[in-house]
């Protein structure tokens, strides 16, 4: 059901069906289009939803993707032209947040919490250590266990076991 | 009709049956009685049966046009095919909450048959649970969205189902999903009912584990659908947009593979257990997040099925409730249970954790993704925007390290391990990857990127799970006709493991080689004029009107070949459903071995001419095909006899062990 939303966005964005970059716009130099078009695919069509202006047909879609193409022809950096659209439409036109500010959530909430993850695995196997210690078996001790845990599957006995053992 | 008024009736029933069934359940857990047992099992099964009839009836409503009912006045039409008046049913918003229901129902009913080898008392608490869902959400069906509304006046014609659904692959598309969503919800009950009775041992993870297997199946073969419909339908070639609704979808998926892994855990050692629970409980919050968040109006304000604000409320309200409810008697039960097996930081228990700490992370990232730039505009007003390089960025960079890993995981003995030794094992496959990467990207050289990584990481997840099963059956150190026979004689887990992984493998390659090399040609065409682009030749054959029978094509028929081979024709259309005056897309698609020649036409230039969209997509059928490989090693290891034989040995072991 989750492409009923995908689809009413089309049904907004793509009016006027046809392809998002026209024949008429590609340049000439293909070296130029070739960036013009990694450009183009981080920059978001604003009247569509989480669409690339390289993807949309919407007409604002198609003023930008000249726009882009006018500013590398005159000589800006790719970075240049970046900042030119967004000093124009703001940060919301920026596919890829900036790594910046109010955006530093965004970025480090996952390695955040992979770090508390591991942390956390690291506590846990810490006092794991410490029980097991505490359980040290005797290596005739170990041959039984295995023995026993080999013929059972069951984990919950085997776990009487292990403190039968120990004790 | 009556039946509409019958279907409404049955709903209703329902309804009533789920809030009786909770609350017999309730006194049966504090007061165990057979009786109460019997009802409380009975009941999922009738509430299925009555959910079916509600069903029917908005189905027979559909298929034969019966526009008295509003809502197939507003999504139907007299002309369209009847397998999609049929599939109209749930292409709106109170349709698919009915599929939704039912099947919920159906998975309830599915519990109380095939769970009679559980505990009673457990079995009670799992329907209980089951059966306080289907009273939320058939009482939102009823309440805030009901299909069963009649028109005072029969109006002639309906409006039409929105064109772009109207296709095979949007039919099977939302069941597919829903039965994966909705099979978590069993996965839920049992954390629940985990958590309720503080009983948490190995045998549950076998219960739960059929059942997370099931509704993963079923989740993995719904979004490669989805994914492949908006492939071939929305006519811009791309296969995966990490738009918000994909997000939703993906979420679950990726939670719902990490419970796979530590349920394995905890089936063959005891241990991960809060963590499993843990994980059931989050993957039925984030199914639920995907198929109401997407309503609730907050995710898309616009653009949403529900655009009634006090029915968005009342899903928000929902979702916090049981999501919140559910972490709350986490946090104050899961204290309760008691921790289990030991593992040292090398062994396979601790591979998997490593998986499922990635795939934790990977979800994270995520749902940040998809929910931050709402939360940053709610609270700030200030609007971002987060896409798809964001995502293959953070994504991306997660799973590198786990693929790299995956391989490892079936070497890897119980307990403890070696790397080493693993890596001794695993030495002719690291060199094969190695080899054919440097093969392949030699031949395909085309600058510094990452690519030649991403094949490295496919190549090694295949061929590391193929010597898994060369590893077991001894291949090369025995004779062939023993290996043969060892092969044969392996448990099913071997092969769904091996095969579910090079599905993985597969998935990923797809993914690496399409991203690498696909290309695009832009141009206009001209009737009879042929283009040679990137090894391939299109020729414009001719364009014809055509009539279909709910709307109008205009359709361009193309020769296409790899250079110096046989033309095979193939077309592209614009489609228009003047009932709803709105235009599709069919793109012409061309199948050459795994890889495909993807055509799509634009505006019409001058008098007969075309705009012509033309991508050569180089070995993309292994994206869908992976998929396809994990869903059949999935079904393959639901066949094992142990989940149906040894769940009540081990539940007497069980009690065995706790007399003791």
């Known amino acids: 059901m989750n492409r009923f939303l995908m689809i009413l966005i089309l049904i907004v964005s793509f009016v006027p069906q046809g392809f998002a970059v026209q024949p008429d716009e590609v340049l000439d130099d293909p070296v130029l289009e070739e960036r013009a078009r990694d450009i183009s695919e981080g920059l978001r069509c604003l009247v569509c939803q989480n669409q690339s202006i390289d993807d949309s047909d919407a007409d604002l879609a198609r003023d930008l993707r000249i726009v882009v193409r006018e500013r590398l022809v005159a000589g800006d950096s790719n970075d240049e032209v970046v900042d030119y659209v967004v000093a124009r439409y703001g940060e919301f036109v920026l596919l890829k947040p900036t790594f910046s500010g109010h955006n530093l959530v965004l970025w480090i909430a996952a390695p955040l919490i992979f770090v508390i993850g591991l942390v956390i695995l690291f506590v846990v196997s810490m006092r794991q250590r410490k029980v097991s210690n505490a359980a040290a078996m005797t290596p005739e001790e170990e041959q039984v266990l295995a023995e026993l845990t080999e013929s059972e599957t069951d984990s919950a006995n085997k776990d009487q076991t292990s403190r039968q053992s120990a004790d | ?660």
Not at chain 2, 108 to 123: Q, W
Not at chain 2, 159 to 180: E, F, K, S, V
Not at chain 2, 240 to 246: A, N
Not at chain 2, 303 to 313: E, I, M, N, Q, V
């Open chain 2, 1 to 660: 009709m009556l039946s509409i008024e019958l279907g409404h009736f049955a709903l209703v029933l329902a309804f009533a049956l789920a809030i009786v069934q909770v609350g017999v359940a309730i006194y049966a857990w504090q007061r165990p009685n057979e009786g109460g047992y019997s009802f409380v099992q009975q009941a999922s099964g009738l509430q299925f049966l009555l959910v079916l009839l509600s069903f029917a009836a908005l189905v027979v409503a559909f298929v034969t046009s019966d526009f008295s009912l509003k809502l197939a006045y507003e999504h139907s039409h007299s002309l369209q095919p009847t397998l999609y008046k049929f599939t109209s049913v749930w292409g709106n918003h109170e349709g698919s909450m009915l599929l939704w229901v039912l099947i919920l129902t159906l998975f309830g009913a599915a519990v109380a048959v095939g769970g009679s080898n559980l505990p009673k008392a457990t079995l009670n608490l799992v329907l209980g649970s089951q059966g306080f869902l289907v009273f939320a959400f058939i009482g939102f069906t009823i309440f805030t969205s009901n299909p069963f509304e009649r028109l005072p006046e029969m109006p002639l014609e309906g409006r039409d189902l929105n064109p772009i659904l109207q296709d095979i692959g949007l039919a099977i598309h939302p069941p597919l999903l829903y039965l994966g969503y909705v099979g978590f919800s069993v996965c839920f009950s049992f954390a629940i009912a985990a958590l309720i009775s503080g009983k948490i041992d190995a045998a549950w993870a076998r219960w739960v584990r059929p059942w997370t297997m099931l509704s993963w199946i079923f989740l993995t073969l719904g979004i490669a659908m989805g994914s492949y419909w908006a492939y071939y339908e929305l006519g811009w070639g791309g296969w995966w947009f990490w738009d918000p609704v994909e997000n939703a979808s993906f979420m679950p998926w990726l939670t719902g593979t990490a419970l796979l892994h530590s349920a394995l855990v905890m089936e063959k050692r005891g241990a991960l257990k809060i963590w499993t629970v843990l994980l059931a409980i989050i993957t039925f919050s984030l199914s639920l997040l995907g198929t109401f968040l997407v309503r609730s109006g907050i995710l898309t304000s616009v653009h949403s099925f529900a655009t009634d604000p006090s029915r968005g409320l009342v899903i928000l309200g929902m979702l916090t409730f049981f999501i919140c409810g559910a972490f709350i008697l986490f946090a104050w039960r899961a204290p309760a249970l008691k921790a289990g097996g030991l593992f040292a930081p090398i062994s396979r228990e601790a591979a998997l954790v490593f998986n499922n700490l990635f795939l934790a992370t990977a979800t994270i990232a995520v749902l940040v993704g998809t929910l931050y730039p709402l939360a940053l505009d709610a609270f700030t007003g200030i609007k971002i925007s987060v896409g798809a390089p964001f995502f293959d960025l953070t994504f991306g960079a997660l799973m590198v390290p786990l693929l790299l890993v995956l391989p490892f995981g079936p070497f890897l003995p119980w307990k403890r391990a070696s790397i080493a030794q693993a890596s001794k094992r695993l030495f002719g496959a690291i060199v094969l990857s190695f080899v054919l990467t440097i093969i392949l990207v030699a031949y395909l050289w085309d600058g510094f990127s990452l690519t030649p990584l991403g094949m490295l990481l496919g190549f090694w997840v295949i061929i590391g799970s193929l010597a898994d099963l060369a590893e077991r059956a001894k291949l090369f150190k025995v004779a062939p006709s023993v290996s043969l026979r060892r092969l044969a004689g392996l448990p099913k887990n071997a092969w769904s493991t091996s095969f579910a992984h090079i599905g993985m493998g597969l998935t990923v390659l797809g993914v690496v080689l399409v991203s690498a090399y696909e290309t695009e040609t832009i141009t206009t065409m001209q009737p009879g004029e042929q283009i040679e682009t990137y090894g391939y030749s299109v020729r414009f054959v001719e364009e014809v009107d055509l009539a279909g029978p709910n709307f109008t094509s205009e359709t361009v028929t193309f020769a296409v070949a790899p250079l110096g081979k046989r033309e095979d024709m193939v077309s592209s259309e614009k489609r228009t459903y003047p009932a709803r005056q709105m235009p599709t897309t069919e793109a012409g698609i061309k199948t050459f071995g795994l890889s495909q020649v993807y055509i799509s036409i634009g505006d019409r230039v001058g008098e007969n001419g075309r705009v012509v969209r033309i991508w050569t997509k180089p070995w993309i059928l292994l994206i869908w095909l992976g998929c396809l490989v994990m869903a059949a090693a999935g079904t393959y290891s639901l066949t094992d006899r142990k989940y149906r034989i040894a769940a009540p040995n081990l539940v007497q072991k069980q009690s065995v062990g706790a007399a003791k």
